[in-house]
């Protein structure tokens, strides 16, 4: 049964329609996040040690004193996406009660698997269960370098990578697909909410929101950038491609492959988005298989096995423990690590939420929890046990040099060149880093393309196909911003602005929550009271049609109701 409205919605404009440049945009959210993103572009570039100072000073009280809560909401996401997708809602659908999905199964999920966290699986794969057994940045949570550590070292990976992450992107994309899809508004985060706020959706309130979005996606894109063409520049410095490359050569990567996901963005979903998803999955799911096979295959499915078990034992005390008695090595951790990744997810929440719900179309919400929480975590798993677990098996039983020391013998890991180091030891290992190079441009496109086509849509009003040169615009500042924060400090502005910028949407997303449990809530009482109806009509049938074939009642009674006459006394059936 479709939700209705009391109000039509506000229909997006038309694409295809022939209008002046400034039509196409809403410009109470197109101007000022262009305007607080520009800003600090330029004072990125212009004064970047200020702002290095500044991001840091602000990073250190955000994550001190959040760092709790970021832990507390999403866990709460976890729950909240498991109960919506167990309980009798699942059965609601995303559109239309007989549609069926836009998408197929493989596609679908290549789409939103790759616009998920694709270029941040090739990023960390290798690299983090390596940082967390060598203590990056200290020990706050007790990980050793032996083999119980380096089985926690995975354990805690699977924590950053598996349901929380995906269930921020449930509890988006759910609030989203159904505002779009079943009560037919425009491709905007604010009508998520407008069961909560009501008419103030269409006012500063629901400006406040989409601008706090279109902000957020524009930093968490940029921050997946970032970390890409740092690990392209190691990529190509190991193979000797380029030397020691700086911040001219990382401008130059971004500025490139910035321009290839232009080229992909306008050409749409059904074209550019679509088929450079399914070339992304299939390479990277060949290099995972050829790791698999040339690497310690036996040790890989074992310990797969064992960290699952591992990971489902210890997921309630990991996924509340805020490292409380570490002190300040505790939030030093949390910021580097779990803090920084809740961020980060919730920062890419609005993007990656309203790709996904724009491509869900048609599916139950059984489905979307499903395909969006579990799948993606189980093939998350696989993936890190077969770079990490490779990675870590070389450390504990190999030829090691992973892990080196630095002048004060402290650990040390080469985050960006950690990957390549491990391809090169295998057969084929120089083809290996070639094929791992053009994998990351590939998930740097599809991220950046996707991330320009929802901060597109969300300025222009909610039009699911907004003009090019409207995407070009965006896809232009998502570089610049990525080149900003590079400058102003490298890996560490990238995860403290991820952390920051989460902050204000952490509050639109339990806005969410409760939006959705009132939807909900609505539509299956408003389905029980049709279906006691239909149920009333159908017993009242039934009764009539028995009392005529026992000849108890007229079917052409004297007033054509069906009523009968018992001692004197009008009966009704």
């Known amino acids: ?72 909401i999403v866990s709460g996401f976890v729950l909240f996406s498991l109960w919506i997708g167990l309980s009798h809602y699942g059965d609601i659908k995303l559109g239309p009660d007989e549609e069926e999905p836009e998408f197929g199964l493989k596609v679908w999920f290549s789409m939103l698997f790759a616009a998920g966290m694709g270029i941040g699986l090739v990023f960390w794969g290798v690299a983090e269960p390596l940082n967390h057994y060598a203590g990056i940045p200290n020990r706050a949570t007790g990980i050793t370098q032996d083999e119980s550590g380096a089985q926690d070292a995975l354990v805690q990976t699977f924590l950053h990578w598996g349901l929380h992450p995906w269930a921020i992107y449930v509890v988006v994309g759910v609030a989203i697909a159904y505002a779009v899809h079943r009560k037919k508004r425009p491709v905007s985060i604010r009508y998520a909410l407008e ?31 970032g970390l890409g063409v740092l690990q392209i520049g190691a990529g190509l410095d190991f193979l000797d491609i380029v030397s020691d490359p700086g911040n001219l050569t990382y401008v130059v990567l ?30 990277a799911g060949l290099m995972m298989l050829i790791v698999l096979a040339f690497g310690p295959t036996l040790f890989i ?116 060149a950690s990957l390549f180091a491990v391809l090169e030891a295998l057969p084929g290992g120089a083809v290996l880093c070639v094929g791992a190079v053009i994998l990351i441009v590939l998930f740097f496109v599809t991220s950046s393309d996707s991330g320009s086509l929802v901060v597109t849509m969300l300025s222009s009003g909610g039009d699911p196909e907004p003009p090019k040169w409207h995407r070009v615009f965006w896809g232009v500042l998502e570089g610049a911003v990525a080149v900003a924060l590079l400058f102003a400090g490298g890996l560490s502005a990238l995860q403290t602005v991820a952390i920051l910028i989460a902050l204000p949407f952490s509050v639109v997303m339990l806005g969410m929550c409760a939006s959705i449990i009132r939807d909900f809530r609505a539509e299956r009482a408003a389905m029980l009271r049709a279906q006691r109806k239909l149920q009333r009509e159908q017993l009242t049938e039934h009764v009539t049609n028995s009392l005529i074939d026992e000849g108890l009642v007229d079917p052409n009674g004297a007033n054509g109701s069906g009523d009968v006459e018992r001692g004197g006394a009008t009966v009704s059936p």
């Open 1 to 72: 049964m479709t939700a209705t409205s009391d109000t039509e919605a506000v229909k997006p404009p038309s694409a295809a329609s022939r209008r002046p440049w400034y039509s196409t945009i809403a410009p109470r959210v197109f101007f000022p996040a262009a305007v607080i993103i520009l800003v600090f572009v330029a004072a990125a570039v212009i004064a970047p040690d200020a702002m290095s100072n500044v991001i840091g000073t602000i990073q250190e009280q955000v994550v001190s004193s959040f760092s709790w809560y970021y832990m507390l």
């Open 195 to 225: 069961s909560l706020i009501g008419k103030r959706v269409n006012g500063w309130l629901g400006d406040a929101i989409d601008i706090a979005a279109v902000v957020g996606t524009l930093f968490g894109v940029a921050t997946s950038l």
């Open 254 to 283: 971004i500025g490139v492959i910035s321009l290839l996901a232009i080229i992909s963005v306008v050409t749409g979903v059904k074209r550019g988005i679509k088929w450079l998803s399914n070339i992304n999955m299939g390479l």
């Open 301 to 416: 499915f074992k310990d797969l096995v064992q960290s699952i078990g591992a990971y489902l034992q210890n997921l309630v005390a990991m996924s509340f423990n805020t490292t409380a008695y570490e002190g300040e090595d505790g939030n030093a951790w949390q910021g580097f690590w779990t803090a920084f990744y809740w961020g980060w997810w919730i920062s890419w929440a609005p993007f990656v939420g309203v790709f996904i719900a724009r491509i869900s179309r048609g599916r139950t919400v059984r489905e979307f929890v499903a395909g969006v929480l579990l799948v993606p975590t189980a093939v998350t798993m696989l993936w890190f046990t077969v770079f990490g677990g490779t990675a870590l098996y070389r450390e504990l039983f190999g030829e090691g040099g992973l892990v080196g020391t630095d002048a004060d013998g402290n650990p040390t890991v080469d985050t960006e």
